[in-house]
């Protein structure tokens, strides 16, 4: 068996094992979960160790799956699972334009911090602070920003705003492994081209870059889940229609009447990342003369 059929054996086996742990919990699980501390006579005190197991709380999964082929929210609406594919797909277009955003200003911070060494002291720290920042937080200034440009007559359309905040997360690991990769090659490989007469931009295009593959691709999937995960919580911060963010949402209010609904989006929302972090694949495979020392995907 190959790496890839092993790989994509242990994620179905992950998969059933979840499945498996889900039902077993709700079948042997108490109903109305465990919690430590309550106040007779004061309703939500206390502190929830373990949850509930009923229907609301916990459905079955075949209920989950068979919800997602019943009407969205009434008769004459499509199914579920049409709704979702259709809000995913939204999602994943603005989180691919997120990404390019995050790709392109992650890349110019590692190539500048790489070649110039004073910047990747003055930078570095505040590219990691960058990342403490919570994003809910930070989303509805993003989103303040973006009406003021419109009001001032630049067109700025709020699916923008959502690209940039995904753009916020996927930066990140673009510019540390561009760093990493561009520091890769050996000092004898330098030595060499130093030995040529090679200048900067000669050893960045024939040694640097190409030794960096390596470090960038694992990069950039890391950078696809992270531009679907800042989507999907910029369109709940922002209150943006039309995603599967938004979906998740109001799904979720409805949950006490249709508990199954909620887990429509949910599984939308993994299978994006899923496909997300696939199509940089892609990339790879246009790549595979450098990818030395990782695995093809």
Do not use: C
Request: aromatic share 8%; no cysteine; charged share 10%.
């Amino acid at each position: 068996m190959t790496r890839r059929w092993a790989a994509a054996a242990w994620g179905v086996l992950g998969i059933a094992a979840v499945m498996v742990l889900w039902e077993a919990y709700k079948f042997l699980g108490p109903a109305n979960g465990v919690v430590i501390g309550a106040v007779e006579g004061q309703a939500g005190s206390g502190i929830m160790i373990l949850p509930r197991t009923h229907d609301r709380a916990m459905p079955h999964i075949s209920d989950m799956v068979t919800r997602l082929f019943e009407p969205t929210s009434g008769a004459a609406t499509a199914p579920l699972w049409v709704s979702v594919a259709t809000a995913a797909f939204a999602t994943l277009a603005i989180a691919a334009v997120g990404w390019l955003i995050g790709v392109i200003v992650g890349g110019l911070l590692g190539l500048l911090m790489q070649r110039f060494r004073l910047l990747e002291w003055g930078l570095l720290p505040w590219v990691v602070v960058s990342q403490i920042v919570p994003l809910i937080a930070f989303a509805p200034v993003v989103n303040a920003i973006g009406n003021q440009i419109d009001r001032a007559g630049t067109p700025w359309p709020q699916w923008l705003s959502v690209a940039v905040i995904a753009s916020y997360l996927a930066f990140f690991p673009v510019a540390i492994g561009v760093l990493k990769g561009l520091e890769a090659p050996d000092r004898i490989h330098l030595d060499l081209m130093r030995s040529y007469a090679a200048g900067y931009w000669p050893t960045l295009l024939r040694l640097r870059l190409p030794a960096s593959v390596p470090y960038l691709l694992p990069a950039l999937r890391l950078a696809a889940a992270n531009a679907v995960l800042g989507a999907v919580v910029a369109e709940v911060s922002i209150g943006m229609r039309g995603g599967i963010g938004r979906m998740l949402i109001q799904l979720a209010g409805q949950a006490s009447s249709d508990p199954a609904a909620p887990w429509g989006p949910t599984f939308g929302s993994i299978a994006l990342g899923l496909v997300a972090a696939a199509s940089v694949a892609l990339v790879g495979l246009a790549l595979k003369n450098y990818r030395r020392g990782e695995a093809v995907a």
